[in-house]
């Protein structure tokens, strides 16, 4: 850190990462009031490509990777994630420095403005859901196979005004994204967790920083929420153990309670035919072994034979 009073933040430009990097710049003040922050925009390969799926353009760092590099040069001394969109395996000199308390995990139905639908159930038959995660792709499908899903990108606010033009039945948002931009108004259905699990991490921050910084490490430390640390480092041990990225179907969700740390998992195909379920659960300070445990579990019932058959489908696209 090359200023403790000049801390510069990296982000991405759409009004969710804003909001993001504005509220962890508030907390920052409110425990150092002299602090000046400069924030600096910086557009990722997932901003700039908008016309594939996100499957389609690979999954490793789509929203990071340039602000990372940012952050090894110096140009930024911090970045501000989802959770959810940060790879398994950070860039060598990276760490996490920081995750905030967690947000409501789970994911939400938008209908229509123009339909009456209230909930998923209420869909026509052969209705039609906008996406852009394979993961909600395939729970949903397993849930209602007549459903048809269109592939959906862009920022919250681009994927709204395009289901507002459309003739589709709703879309799918996580529901932290939806509420952090004042859009609660707007959410139909609020899914359970038995028909939809949140992709890892979701409804967190993380907060990026060098490994060598030890000065802002301390700066920021009394942000630190050690229950969300706990939960996410479990699913993020279990995506990493899969071998997943952000375009795989794979949902985990861990939480703590008391001193119990739970979690659930599921692997599932892009039809939603396969899916395969499982819970594990153990002593917090064994978060990143829970993790790894319940990804075995998930193998030895056959999430491997799943993954793989979604990769060799990734890679005969990427040839043709």
């Not at 990071?64 to 590099?69: A, D, G």
């Not at 459903?147 to 948002?173: A, C, F, Q, Y």
């Amino acid at each position: 850190m090359a200023n403790k009073n000049h801390i510069r933040i990296g982000t991405r430009g759409s009004a969710l990462a804003l909001w993001q990097t504005e509220y962890i710049s508030r907390e920052l003040l409110r425990i150092n009031p002299g602090l000046r922050i400069e924030k600096i925009i910086i557009k990722t390969t997932g901003d700039i490509i908008l016309d594939s799926p996100l499957s389609a353009i690979g999954d490793k760092g789509l929203f990071t990777k340039e602000i990372e590099k940012a952050m090894l040069d110096n140009k930024i001394d911090l970045a501000v994630h989802s959770m959810k969109d940060l790879p398994t395996v950070l860039a060598d000199g990276l760490t996490i420095g920081l995750v905030t308390q967690r947000e409501d995990v789970r994911d939400v139905f938008i209908s229509h403005p123009d339909k009456l639908y209230k909930t998923l159930d209420e869909v026509r038959n052969g209705g039609s859901i906008a996406t852009g995660s394979l993961r909600r792709k395939s729970q949903l499908l397993h849930y209602r196979p007549d459903i048809k899903t269109v592939d959906i990108r862009g920022n919250l606010n681009t994927r709204r005004k395009k289901l507002e033009e459309s003739d589709w039945d709703g879309m799918l948002l996580a529901r932290a994204g939806v509420t952090r931009l004042g859009w609660d108004e707007l959410v139909t259905e609020i899914l359970d967790l038995e028909i939809m699990l949140p992709a890892v991490g979701q409804g967190a921050l993380a907060v990026e920083i060098r490994e060598d910084d030890n000065e802002l490490a301390s700066l920021i430390r009394p942000l630190e929420d050690t229950a969300t640390r706990r939960a996410v480092t479990a699913e993020r041990a279990l995506l990493r153990k899969l071998e997943g990225g952000c375009q795989i179907p794979i949902g985990a969700y861990a939480r703590q309670d008391k001193d119990i740390l739970r979690m659930d998992a599921v692997v599932g195909s892009l039809d939603g035919q396969r899916m395969i379920r499982d819970r594990i659960e153990g002593p917090p300070s064994n978060s990143q072994a829970l993790g790894e445990k319940l990804a075995d579990m998930l193998r030895k019932q056959g999430a491997d034979a799943i993954l793989a058959e979604i990769r060799a489908s990734d890679e005969n696209d990427a040839k043709s």
